[in-house]
């Protein structure tokens, strides 16, 4: 199956995509297969992902790996909001583009 | 106007500016218990980690950013001892000393209209999917993190 993969702020640049990213993924996969799949994309972004300093949500609510997904899922990729998550050492402050 | 649209009059996500005496009437309207109005308003500033900044822009995920909202005024309700709460997030290219972010809390009494309004833009910022872009004399950089 293929999901879309919403993208916001910094990632777009990083993955080289406009909005939506196509991944393939075997039917019954979860959000730990997406990450693994994004990683053979771009091992930095698989990297901040794995250290959940990018999140993923699964309809309009965070994700863990375990979570199942389906083709007709909203799925999106969430760098660290602009307010803070206080999450230290992760993700470089700054992205230029 | 239908209760329902009064609600989402009180958590809004919008690009144009808004005027800050029509969302407090917004909230002192809803009850006449209300002796106490707190406010805090997010402007846009000129200057962030050592560098000048000329513009913001906000980027925003439809649909995730409100629900998120709309859960801050829900449990602001419900967990402090106040009346009404409006939550408001600009998105989209923001000049300097312009508006971007608006609480106002209307309580019985200051206090606990001052901790719920705290509380609130706090909670804003740590769970709500908003992104904010500075333009700087470097480029355009993504802020991860503010205070």
Redesign the interface.
Known sequence: MTVTV?L???LRAQLAADSDLKVQLDQGCRVEDLIAAIQLMNPDVGDLLLKRKILV?VN?EMAHGDTELTSSD?I?L?????????TPG???????? | MSTVDTDAMLVRVQREDFSIDEEINRVRNRSTRIGGIATFLGTARDRSEDRDVSRITFEYYEGMAQKKLREIRDRALQDFDVIEVLILHRYGDIDIGENIVLIVVGAMHRADAFKACKWCIDELKQITPIWKCEQTPDGQVWVEQHP
């Not at chain 1, 760098?79 to 998550?85: A, E, I, L, Q």
């Not at chain 1, 992760?90 to 583009?97: E, N």
């Open positions: 919403k916001f702020g910094m949500s309009h909203e999106a969430l760098p660290p909001f602009s307010g803070g998550s206080d992760g993700m470089p402050s700054d992205v230029y583009r």
